[in-house]
């Protein structure tokens, strides 16, 4: 089953359809309370990095599920070119993205860095990046047999993380805060051409 599809903007339209329509989709599939709850809470922690976005693009939502397997799904065209990320840094005191805290904070940055250069996203994504095979993800996707794709799981990440906990432990204490990355199943970004794709996959 596939939900209505939502328009979102990062000035807050859509925000409440969004989670409405979440609620539908687990009674829908017969979800317990507290499955239902934790469902809305991958929701709106998906949709809440949209708040520290700028500009007016526009975002789709919606869920597709199979049984009590559920994804949530936030999807754009390009985000923030590189050329004005780098204008906005440069008017903060740091330097930096006062935006980027966190796990969730992290996420946004990954979504918003794989929508500006392919070259240097690997660099600067390091744990969880890749090129992804065409195969592997939604074959419903409008791609040619050629595309490219790039993607970043949290399932990959979440490994190397875990390996390098020592060496970079604020990172593995933002998995550990995190309720996205302790509730979802697995968390995916990919983007071909100018679409960029968010997918977060639980099943109960």
């Keep these: ?54 500009g007016n693009e526009r975002f789709r939502y919606w869920i597709e599920s199979n049984g009590t397997s559920f994804s949530l799904h936030l999807e754009t065209q390009t985000i923030v070119t590189h050329e004005l990320r780098e204008a906005l840094l440069k008017t903060s005191s740091s330097g930096k993205n006062a935006a980027a805290k966190g796990f969730m904070g992290r996420l946004r940055e990954i979504l918003t860095t794989m929508s500006e250069s392919h070259d240097c996203a690997a660099a600067e994504l390091g744990y969880g990046y890749s090129y992804v095979d065409v195969a592997g993800f939604d074959a419903s996707m ?63």
Aim: charged share 30%.
């Design 142 to 204: 409008d791609m040619s047999p050629n595309a490219m794709l790039y993607g970043w799981s949290l399932r990959a990440y979440r490994n190397a993380v875990t390996e390098n906990k020592e060496k970079e432990p604020e990172k593995w204490d933002e998995l550990e805060k995190s309720i996205t990355a302790k509730l979802a199943d697995d968390v995916k970004i990919f983007i071909r051409g100018n679409n960029v794709e968010m997918v977060i996959e639980k099943s109960f």
């Design 1 to 54: 089953m596939k939900t209505d599809v939502i328009e979102m903007t990062p000035n807050g339209a859509g925000f409440e359809t969004a989670l409405l329509e979440t609620e539908r989709a687990a009674a829908y599939r017969g979800l317990e309370q507290k499955q239902a709850l934790r469902l809305r809470l991958l929701a709106e922690e998906m949709t809440g990095m949209l708040r520290t976005l700028v």
